[in-house]
């Protein structure tokens, strides 16, 4: 992070507006807490249809439901390696995440056409930043799309991944922003939320204060611990679980 040129992603954005100390731990110490049951099953999900709309960007075709299990089967156990304790039940966790993808390549996969998957892209502000993403789906009528998985079923688009979007569309003539969401709820559902992109961008704003916030914490070696006034973003925090955050609450 000493470089003149400073990178960010939209995830290091939000974890920086929800605890600066846990975006110090993260990002200037390096600090890597192992993956919950739900990033497993989020990443797996992801692999499977990944491999799906790459071939379907030549084919047309969605593959067979199978070789998408496959591709879910294999990333599952490699990501399962790296959790330290499982909530739930392995076995009982990962058949969830099987008949989420398996809703989602039936109902929501059929009406996509990819032209572009895993598409890089990167956005060089005049401040010295670089803002970067990884775009899921990029479709033939320049929509895009970002794939997630949730235990409950949202009402609307949060902040977090209205910015997350809003990069994802700067560049390509992206018309439409959508999330298409596989949800475990206690029957599995899919849903799709649009997110308006606004004509005016507000993200190179908001990026910009955010930029400039962690400029001045990295010159001062002040990140300030959100734990201290609100207990709440301690709750689900790996660095509190692991002991590495000495201000953390309810440790």
Known sequence: MSGEVLRLSPSSINMFLRCQYQWYLRYVEGLKVP??????????????????????????????????????????????????????????????????????????????????????????????????????????????????????????????????????????????????????TKRPQTLVLEHELPKEPRLLKVVSSVAQAIKEALKTGNFIPNGLGHSWACQYCGYREKGLCPYAQGG
């Open 35 to 184: 993956p919950k049951s739900a990033l497993v099953v989020g990443l797996a999900f992801h692999k499977g249809e990944e491999v799906n709309f790459s071939q379907k960007v030549e084919t047309g075709e969605d593959l067979p439901l199978d070789d998408v299990l496959d591709a879910y089967d294999t990333e599952f156990e490699q990501r399962a390696e790296e959790v330290e304790e499982w909530e739930e039940d392995k076995g009982k966790v990962k058949d969830e995440g099987y008949k989420l993808l398996e809703l989602y390549h039936k109902e929501l996969a059929p009406t996509v056409q990819p032209l572009l998957v895993e598409d890089w892209v990167e956005e060089e502000l005049d401040s010295g930043v670089v803002l970067f993403g990884k775009r899921d789906v990029i479709t033939k009528d320049l929509s895009v799309i970002d794939l997630k998985t949730a235990n409950r079923k949202p009402s609307s688009i949060g902040l977090d991944y209205q910015l997350q979007l809003e990069l994802y569309a700067v560049q390509g003539d992206i018309s439409k922003a959508f999330i298409h969401y596989a949800i475990k």
